[in-house]
C-alpha cells in the first residue's frame, strides 16, 4: 500500500518569500510522484511529477520539487511567492503499474500575504 | 486542450434518492477514474475502469455505487440510494496509458444531499 504524508494544514508567507510545502511517501515500490493544485471551486491541475529520470522536476507556475529516495520526500518549492498562488496544494503518489491510481495527502493551503 | 469534463456542476438531492453524476473523459484516454473529496477532507479514491471493467474499488465504493461506460464517450458513477454522508465534490479523472501516470481531472460535481 501506498501513502502520502502531508504534516501541517496550512502554510502562510508573505508575497516575493520562498513557498516551501512538504510531503513525505511511503511506497513498497519505486513511485511516481505528483503535486497537484486546486484553485477555490475549481478541479485538480497538474502542477509537476516525477516519474523516473532527472530527480529535480520543474512545472508551471514556477514551481519545482525533488525527488528524495533517501528521505521519502518530494518537497515543493517555489522560490518567491504570488498572491495567484493562493490554492490548496495535494502531493500524490501512485506505483505507476498499468491499472494504477493516485492515492493523495491531505493536502496544504498555501496562503499568500500581501 | 483536451479537457475531461463533468455535469452537473452542482446538485442537490433529498437522501435516499438516486443520483447518476456524469462524465467525459478525454477522447483518446483508456483509463478513468472515480474520486471524491468531502468538505475539508483529502481527495479519496473511489474507483477505477479499464475496457469496461472495474479494475479496483476502494472500500467507499460499496453496493450503493455503481460505474457505467454507456456509449463509449461517457463515464458514470451512479449512486443508488444517496445517504448525507455522500455530499462530497466527486471529480472524475481519465489517463491515456499504463506508464504516462499522470490523471487528468474535471472540475467536479459537487453533491449535496439533504
Known amino acids: 500500500a501506498q501513502s502520502v504524508t502531508q504534516l501541517g494544514s496550512h502554510v502562510s508567507v508573505s508575497e516575493g518569500a520562498l513557498v516551501l510545502l512538504r510531503c513525505n511517501y511511503s511506497?513498497?515500490?519505486?513511485?511516481?510522484l505528483f503535486w497537484y493544485v486546486q484553485y477555490p471551486n475549481q478541479g485538480l491541475q497538474l502542477l509537476l511529477k516525477?516519474?523516473?529520470?532527472?530527480?529535480l522536476v520543474k512545472g508551471i507556475n514556477g514551481f519545482e520539487a525533488e525527488f528524495k529516495k533517501s528521505e521519502t520526500s518530494f518537497h515543493l518549492t517555489k522560490p518567491s511567492a504570488h498572491m495567484s498562488d493562493a490554492a490548496e496544494y495535494f502531493c500524490?503518489?501512485?506505483?505507476?503499474?498499468?491499472?494504477?491510481?493516485?492515492?493523495f495527502g491531505k493536502g496544504i493551503t498555501l496562503s499568500v500575504r500581501p | 486542450e483536451p479537457e475531461v469534463t463533468q455535469t452537473p456542476s452542482h446538485q442537490v438531492t433529498q437522501m435516499g434518492q438516486e443520483v447518476i453524476l456524469r462524465c467525459v473523459p478525454i477522447?483518446?484516454?483508456?483509463?478513468f477514474y472515480w474520486y471524491r473529496q468531502i468538505l475539508g477532507q483529502k481527495v479519496e479514491f473511489l474507483v477505477s475502469?479499464?475496457?469496461?471493467?472495474?479494475?479496483?474499488k476502494s472500500e467507499i465504493f460499496d453496493d450503493q455505487f455503481s460505474v457505467e461506460r454507456p456509449d463509449g464517450s461517457n463515464f458514470t458513477l451512479k449512486i443508488r440510494s444517496t445517504k448525507l454522508e455522500d455530499s462530497a465534490m466527486y471529480f472524475c479523472?481519465?489517463?491515456?496509458?499504463?506508464?504516462?501516470?499522470?490523471?487528468?481531472f474535471g472540475e467536479g460535481s459537487r453533491l449535496t444531499v439533504l
Open positions: 475502469f479499464y475496457n469496461n471493467e472495474i479494475s479496483e
Open positions: 479523472a481519465s489517463r491515456r496509458g499504463p506508464n504516462t501516470g499522470e490523471l487528468f
Open positions: 516525477y516519474t523516473t529520470g532527472a530527480t
Open positions: 511506497s513498497s515500490v519505486p513511485p511516481y
Open positions: 500524490a503518489v501512485s506505483d505507476g503499474g498499468a491499472n494504477s491510481k493516485l492515492t
Open positions: 477522447s483518446n484516454h483508456l483509463y
